[in-house]
């Protein structure tokens, strides 16, 4: 079995110029937009494990599909389960252009 390739562009988070970037926090895009974030749990009953959380896309509407969220054990299934997320939701909620066509009446 190949380990997943990622889909999407993944860079280090930095939250501002005081917060230097880490190789246990990663920030998914896709071009734009903003996908998800993973991050090492370093402390705690969770330890070891990479955090996953997905966003949905803000040109869509609807109810985004759960979980949203989630552990894995490693970054790679991490970044998976984020970029899973993202084309779920891509494919379930509607975007907002064809709404705003929908509404046109010329």
Known sequence: MTD??????WHRTQLD????????DWTGMDGTAYIGRIRKETHGPTKGKWYWAGSYPKTHKGSPPTPNAGYSATA??????????WER?????EPRSSVLKADNYD
């Not at 790679?76 to 997320?85: D, G, K």
């Not at 939701?89 to 909620?93: D, E, G, Q």
């Open 17 to 24: 110029k005081n917060d230097p970037p880490s190789e246990t």
């Open 76 to 85: 790679r299934l991490a970044t998976q389960n984020v970029e899973e997320y």
């Open 4 to 9: 997943y390739q990622p889909k999407y562009k």
């Open 89 to 93: 939701c891509l494919r379930v909620m």
